[in-house]
């Protein structure tokens, strides 16, 4: 009998949010924008804190896009990324015609290196062009080095747009991942701690940020009775049937990153009496991770040969989904091409990292399969 799939990050409802879908299809709005997207956008801000203003959009990506619009990012611009991420982060560079300039990580967050950072900035401004923006990651939820990050950022007046798609609800010395940049972006989409579906968010710190991204969100329409456009705009507003999902699952984030820190936790019981095998977590006191995804490392000169590819095949074979780390975009056909500063951290990291299931819906009997599964294998 074939078992039934353990998924990395599957969706999770709480049950409420057929409620709120329910209600947009009785007062018929179904239409484009209601009362669901501005009640997401009002729990989404009292979330957050900080006095953030949230305009709910149709992916992180799009959030992403519009950021760098805002930040004025045009053809021939460069733009410093974390090169250890999903495409998803420098896509938009890339529609505007500007340069990713690809930066490696740090081993305690896997995040972007500030050293690495400091040398492509220094280079970039040497050889004549100052970036237009700095992208940094929260990457499977874990905080990157933001005192450091953004501090630099600011000595240098470069804005900061926070890739938080990974991090809704993941803290930096009690503050929320998302409101520490000039923009914060969330994702929603299907495999992240809460989803709608499919959607994203922009985070950002005043009205005027939010009025702008809703503009260039829904076709960049000037104030006329008739279809009136002085600039490009895109359609990347989120749906009210979506929005309505997005807040039913605002009332079980708290809980839902309890239970996937459990996951975590989880596969460092399993793990600790294993030689060579790591799980990524916490490094100091003051980062708190929702372990949006739970990963390890996997050294095989200390595992007698074991490899993450020779775990990830068995866990496949007992029908249990696993996933390497993202590979960096530098080693992506995509952008080999375009300028990287550091080693090779972010390489090792892909090299010997595996990414578990990490679901806030996996049970017991789930946990049993997964734990039996790896045991087999060390
Ligand atoms: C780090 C990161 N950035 C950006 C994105 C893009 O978000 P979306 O899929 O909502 O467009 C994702 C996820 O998909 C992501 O993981």
Redesign the pocket.
């Given at each position: 009998m074939i078992k039934d799939k353990i998924w990395l990050s599957s969706p999770h409802m709480g049950g409420t949010e057929r409620n709120y879908v329910t209600e947009a299809f009785d007062t018929n709005w179904v239409a484009p924008l209601g009362p669901n997207v501005t009640g997401f956008e009002k729990d989404l801000e009292v979330y957050q804190r900080e006095n953030t203003h949230v305009a709910a959009l149709s992916?992180?990506?799009?959030a992403?896009h519009l950021a760098l619009i805002q930040a004025g990012v045009g053809p021939g611009d460069e733009v410093i990324c974390q090169s250890f991420?999903?495409c998803?982060?420098t896509n938009p560079v890339q529609y505007l015609g500007a340069t990713p300039i690809l930066v490696d990580s740090e081993y305690d967050t896997w995040n972007m290196c500030p050293n690495a950072l400091k040398e492509a900035v220094e280079d970039r401004i040497a050889k004549g062009k100052k970036p237009k923006a700095i992208l940094a990651?929260h990457?499977y939820g874990m905080p990157y080095k933001i005192d450091e990050i953004h501090a630099f950022a600011k000595a240098k007046q470069i804005p900061v747009i926070e890739?938080s798609?990974?991090a809704l609800g993941s803290t930096y010395k009690g503050r929320k991942c998302g409101t520490f940049g000039d923009y914060g972006?969330l994702?929603?989409?299907g495999n992240?701690i809460i989803t709608t579906s499919?959607?994203?968010a922009m985070v950002c710190h005043s009205k005027a940020v939010k009025e702008k991204t809703i503009f260039l969100a829904t076709q960049a329409r000037d104030n006329a009775p008739h279809y009136q456009h002085s600039e490009v705009g895109y359609n990347y507003r989120l749906s009210n049937i979506s929005a309505g999902i997005g807040r039913g699952q605002m009332e079980v984030l708290d809980k839902h990153i309890d239970l996937r820190r459990k996951m975590n936790h989880f596969y460092q019981d399993i793990f600790e009496h294993i030689d060579g095998v790591t799980v990524q977590k916490e490094k100091a006191n003051h980062i708190f991770s929702n372990h949006w995804l739970s990963a390890i490392l996997v050294d095989p000169a200390k595992t007698g040969g074991i490899t993450r590819e020779n775990l990830r095949l068995a866990l496949e074979a007992d029908h249990i989904e696993s996933r390497p780390l993202w590979k960096p975009m530098h080693l992506q056909p995509l952008c080999k091409d375009f300028p990287y500063y550091g080693s090779n951290v972010c390489e090792t990291l892909f090299e010997n990292g595996l990414c578990l299931p990490s679901g806030s819906n996996l049970t017991d009997q789930d946990r049993n399969r997964i734990k039996k599964s790896i045991l087999k294998v060390f």
């Open positions: 992916s992180g990506t799009a992403i991420t999903f998803g982060t990651v990457l890739d798609a990974e972006i994702s929603f989409n992240k499919g959607g994203g």
